[in-house]
Each structure stands twice: as C-alpha cells, then as structure tokens.
C-alpha cells in the first residue's frame, strides 16, 4: 500500500467489516494478484484458479470479521486460499492416485536441481504435474503442511501424502534433467 492511500490495512479490514463496498474492492485489488497466484499452483488450470480466488475472497470477506490482528492478514488470507483450492479438488473427488509407499522409493534421493532455472519456469513445471502430485508437492513444499496436515485436509493415508510427494519430485527431477540437456 502506499503511504497516500487514504486507508491503511488495519482501516480497511475494520471497514470491510462493516460492509464497505469501497474497501472489499480495495482489498481484493491489493491481494487478488498473490492469491490467484496461490490457486494457479493448485488447479489444473486458470479457469479453476480464478474460480478457487472467487472462492477465497467469499470467504475472506464473509469471515473478515474473524481476523484478530495477531499475525499478518496476508497469511491469514493465504491460508484461506489454499484451503478453498483443496476444497475445489476434494470436490472432484478424482484427484488421487492413491498408491502405497514402496521401501525403495524411500531410498532414492528427492532433491530438485533446479539449475538456473527461474521461479515462473519451474511453476509451469509444477503445474503439468498430475492434480494429486501438484497438490501435496504446493501444500508440502510450497505452504509448509506436514504430511499429518495433508492427510487431515484432504481425507487420504499419510503414507499416500509421502508417496504422492516422492512421485511429483521424481517427475520434477526427470522434467529437470531434459530441461537442462
């Protein structure tokens, strides 16, 4: 926000609050940009990532009141877009390969060589990964969610959570090496 903006965020979430048209659009013309962002990296495609943001905003603005003001409003808006993107998977319901971890899998490596390979290319990557193997690999690796986590939100094995991420590692890791042949 700039310093001549007439509300500052803390006015413009108490403003929201109160129903002020004024300042939703503001907000959403502040964050729409990061959180579509966010849903870009879970759905198959834009059209699914801007009904994921319509989602989000909803329930950012019906739950804005909500916000205490203890920790940053961006994060508290991330959070609600992600979880709106898992419940738009969750709904399809045929997002998963579920599959259990083989012992040999543990043992190969799932570090990404990345190169000099920049953000926007190494998405694009990520987002030609299979839906189930992009969600857990954005909600793991990108959002910080243990596996724990995954399971809980997404109704599926921990062991399915693992699998999942070693699976879209080792698709990135392949994507990788023909990128930089």
Partial sequence: MSTNDPYDE??????????????????YDIHSGTMYSICLRYMNNEDEAKDALQEGFIKVFKNIGKFT??????????????????????KRKNHMDVSELNSNELRLTTTIETG??????MM?????????????????IVDGFSHKEIS????INENTSKSQLFKARKQLQEWLKDWFK
């Fill in 10 to 27: 803390i006015s413009l979430i108490k403003a929201c609050s109160n129903g002020d048209s004024k300042a939703f659009k503001k907000i």
């Fill in 69 to 90: 003001f203890s920790g940053s409003f961006e994060g508290w808006m991330k959070r609600i877009f992600v979880n709106s993107s898992i419940e738009l998977i969750r």
């Fill in 116 to 121: 000099t390979m920049d953000v926007e290319k």
């Fill in 124 to 140: 694009l990557l990520v987002q030609r990964l299979p839906e189930g193997y992009r969600t857990v690999f954005n909600m793991f």
């Fill in 152 to 155: 809980d939100h997404l109704g």
